[in-house]
Nanobody, 126 residues
């Protein structure tokens, strides 16, 4: 069973940092490719980052490269998204998703992920 829960969102000033967590109370997340997506009001959902379940490779959208880092902690059955140097345009609801494979890396479409969390709000504002 997969029941994803995101946490760690909040209000932060521009230039600040947040760490989002994605946990599962059922099966190990190591068996899944994990993606982080975000959706801002009036905008389409976009992929932010993902991590493979086959080779551990990580992938990032151009808009977050060098600022965000995705990682796994197998002992805690958790995937993290460390977000640094946050900008107002990073404001969105962030979702984690679990799927079978990263067929196209960061371009793997959302519909190829099987399980989704409920989302956590990230607001970057002064």
């Amino acid at each position: 069973q997969v029941h994803l829960v995101e946490s760690g969102g909040g209000l932060v000033q521009p230039g600040g940092s947040l760490r989002l967590s994605c946990t599962n109370s059922g099966f190990s997340l190591d068996r899944y490719a994990i993606g982080w997506f975000r959706q801002a009001p009036g905008r389409e959902r976009e992929a932010v980052s993902c991590i493979s379940n086959s080779d551990g490779s990580t992938h990032y959208a151009d808009s977050v490269k060098g600022r965000f880092t995705i990682s796994r902690d197998s002992a805690k059955n958790t995937v993290y998204l460390q977000m640094n140097s946050l900008k107002p345009e990073d404001t969105a609801v962030y979702y984690c998703a679990a799927g079978g494979t990263l067929r196209l890396g960061i371009l793997t479409p959302a519909y190829e992920y099987d399980y989704w969390g409920q989302g956590t709000q990230v607001t970057v504002s002064s």
